[in-house]
């Protein structure tokens, strides 16, 4: 083998190890690009299972309210009917059912008014309490997994007008 033959092929190797290098490379691209996109599919497909998770949740808070509902309704006609023990032993079973899966009732009677846990449709003249302080509550509202999922329908109190009015004068 002459010398030039051998500079060919030390020239023809080193260009093989340099394409050699390139895909490498790109195969550690492409690797890494892979696990990426596993990590956002399994990312996505448990940003699916809350959701759906979620929406029937939602679906049996309606049942919980119906059956809530109609206990009070019995008990407030003073029924002792053993169909209403047994709406009552099914609402107590539902509700222990969904704080298994992470589902708790907001408290917020009075507590301060949270926007992010309330939704405010009334406003009531109170004295000798703070104001924007939760005093009904229409409906309760829901938190699964601490994440408000129904935020709970509410009433607040506001300074009676005449204070309110006293405090536009000094001013």
């Known amino acids: 083998m002459t010398e ?9 190797l080193e260009l093989e190890k340099k394409r050699s290098e390139e895909y490498v490379t790109k195969l550690k ?14 990312r996505h497909l448990e940003e699916t299972k809350k959701y759906c998770a979620e929406r029937i949740v939602i679906k ?5 309210d119906e059956l809530e509902l109609a206990v009070a309704s019995a008990h407030s006609s003073g029924s002792t009917n053993p169909i209403v023990q047994g709406v009552e032993m099914t609402l107590q079973k539902l509700k222990k059912i969904l704080e298994a899966e992470g589902v ?8 301060p008014f949270d926007p992010t ?8 003249e109170k004295e000798g309490i703070k104001e ?6 229409i409906r309760k509202g829901y938190i699964m997994k601490e994440k408000v999922i129904r935020p709970s329908i509410v009433k607040i109190a506001v300074g009676s007008t005449s204070k309110t009015e006293e ?4 001013a």
Not at 4 to 12: D, F, G, I, N, P
Not at 29 to 41: G, H, I, P, S, T
Not at 60 to 64: A, H, K, P, W
Not at 167 to 170: P, T
């Open 104 to 111: 708790f009732p907001i408290d917020c009677l009075d507590k």
């Open 4 to 12: 030039e033959q051998l500079a060919l092929l030390e020239e023809a």
């Open 132 to 137: 924007c302080t939760v005093i009904e509550e």
């Open 117 to 124: 846990r309330h939704s405010a449709i009334g406003r009531v």
């Open 167 to 170: 405090r536009g004068e000094n």
């Open 60 to 64: 049996l808070l309606e049942i919980v």
């Open 29 to 42: 691209y492409l690797q890494a690009d892979f696990e990426n996109f596993k990590k956002r599919v399994d």
